[in-house]
Nanobody
Framework: QVHLVESGGGLVQAGESLRLSCTAS????????VGWFRQVQGKEREGVSC????????RYADSVAARFTISRDNDKNMLYLQMDSLKPEDTAVYYC??????????????????WGQGTQVTVSS
């Protein structure tokens, strides 16, 4: 089990940047593939980006590729999402997740996925 707490959300204008952070507690953070999901009210939660436990291999949803950058620091039990060139359609609650499927074909949660409480990102036009 990993306990996750997100921070860094807020209100920005289109074209601006935000950096989300996720603080993890528990001894097993470093063994998991981890990532970020987002959800708009009334829609399904979607995978945004993920990173392997090695901290090198990453995956991105097509909608955010080249604008978002995921990174992790296993020594500090931290996960980050740098979001640049934000668009109004990026508005959502963003969730940090551990123990996920990080695949070339998609980013998916499992029955064993641990979730943070979410942080709101709002991008105005």
């Amino acid at each position: 089990q990993v306990h996750l707490v997100e921070s860094g959300g807020g209100l920005v204008q289109a074209g601006e940047s935000l950096r989300l952070s996720c603080t993890a507690s528990g001894p097993t953070f470093g063994i998991y593939d981890v990532g970020w999901f987002r959800q708009v009210q009334g829609k399904e939660r979607e995978g945004v980006s993920c990173i392997f436990q090695n901290g090198v291999t990453t995956r991105y949803a097509d909608s955010v590729a080249a604008r978002f950058t995921i990174s992790r620091d296993n020594d500090k039990n931290m996960l980050y999402l740098q979001m640049d060139s934000l668009k109004p359609e990026d508005t959502a609650v963003y969730y940090c997740a551990a123990n996920i499927r990080c695949r070339e074909g998609g980013i998916h949660a499992t029955l064993s996925t641990n979730w943070g409480q979410g942080t709101q990102v709002t991008v105005s036009s």
